[in-house]
């Protein structure tokens, strides 16, 4: 099998042409045009350069990179925050807006470079030690040294803390440890949907579809499920799901397989949390949010029948908040629903608890103020 060749980046620097391996979770392509800066480099005079769209690769010291790049943050806010041009007409214009502002501050905010040799050692005066998170991010050292954003490597450090810390859930008298690229269980209102709703009678094999961190299976588990059955396609969450369930003591009820939805075979109960916003990710932790098209939600509707026990339910975990901002329709939803060969029995209902429901100055502020959180109750019809 071939294996695939990891992209590099050149740049000129004190007359000689240099590359490097490239390291770009986001899959942003090797920067072409390049400056070298360090210490002597004003915040203003590299926000211009990166508004320019030259990238900078800093040869200073770390602790001054990591100054920079919060001044060059506040100047970001300043100018992507501020509203610009006429008032979006309607909310999925005004969450249109907010993508592409966003993904513009991204770029130019990932256009501020850091050097890491082969051994994952940062090669700057007073550089801290990471190697360990970049072990935990990119898999061990393969000999090549790289250029990362310095923005993404700040993202593996914090994940890193994070996981090292994990992220208490009472549900499962436990905490939860997330991998860099996998989503945190913070939203913890979906959680105590999953740890309240009444259990189909004689559940004992349950399917969790779309794993991540491994939160729902241990749910389950705690309260009693004798075998679940998790599955999810992506590497990272498969090693993050089987750490969680191994350091909770749940490995003799929770298996973890890799499968793009649904494992073979039927279940009392089939559980999923899909993204809940149909729209393109830009880097790995986004896929736990933005579904394209509700691949992923049209996908476990169209195969639940087929994979449920007779008398069994499926629970579908989502908000509406995509229909809060005109992507999708709940008609649309409903439809989905009964051309599956589905009922809805139940549906449990919350709302959000995380910080930006409140933010007034949130451009989505509407929507995220009026966002329902709900466990459907589906069964065959």
Not at 215 to 244: K, P, S, Y
Request: charged letters at 25%; glycine letters at 8%.
């Amino acid at each position: 099998m071939q294996s695939i060749q990891a992209p590099s980046i050149h740049w000129s620097e004190a007359g000689q042409e240099h590359h490097a391996r490239w390291r770009s979770e986001a899959g942003i392509a090797p920067h072409a045009d390049i400056r070298i800066v360090d210490d002597r480099t004003s915040a203003d005079d590299a926000y211009r350069l990166l508004e320019a769209g030259t990238a900078l690769l800093w040869r200073g010291d770390w602790v001054n990179a990591r100054r920079l790049m919060q001044a060059l943050t506040k100047r970001a806010d300043r100018r992507f925050g501020a509203p610009r041009g006429k008032a979006p007409k309607t909310p999925a214009e005004a969450f249109a807006r907010h993508r592409e502002t966003q993904g513009q501050r991204a770029a130019l905010l990932n256009r501020l470079l850091v050097p890491l040799n082969a051994d994952y050692t940062v090669p700057l005066r007073r550089a801290q030690d990471v190697t360990e998170a970049c072990r935990a991010a990119y898999g061990e050292a393969d000999g090549e040294d790289s250029l990362v954003a310095l923005r993404e490597l700040l993202a593996v450090i914090s994940a890193h803390e994070w996981r090292k810390k994990g992220v208490p859930v009472p549900a499962i008298q436990g905490r939860i440890h997330p991998h860099y690229g996998v989503f945190s269980p913070v939203r913890g209102e979906y959680v105590d949907l999953i740890a309240s709703a009444p259990l189909p009678a004689g559940c004992e094999l349950a399917f969790d579809i779309g794993t991540g961190s491994g939160i729902i299976a241990a749910v389950l588990a705690r309260r009693g499920v004798q075998q679940v059955v998790a599955t999810d396609q992506d590497a990272r969450a498969l090693a993050c799901a089987r750490d969680n369930i191994g350091q909770l003591g749940l490995a003799d009820q929770v298996r973890i397989i890799k499968a793009d939805l649904f494992p073979a075979g039927q279940a009392a109960l089939v559980v999923c949390n899909p993204p809940w916003l149909p729209a393109q990710p830009t880097s790995p932790v986004e896929y736990a949010v933005y579904d394209p098209e509700s691949r992923m939600l049209r996908g476990f509707l169209a195969g639940l029948a087929a994979h449920l026990a007779d008398g069994g339910e499926g629970w579908l975990i989502i908000s509406d908040i995509a229909e809060l901002l005109g992507l999708r329709s709940r008609e649309q939803l409903l439809a989905w629903i009964a051309e599956a060969g589905l009922k809805v029995i139940d549906r449990l209902d919350t709302r959000p608890k995380h910080p930006k429901a409140n933010d007034a100055g949130d451009p989505l502020h509407a929507a995220r103020s009026a966002e329902v959180t709900s466990l459907w109750r589906l069964g065959k019809t």
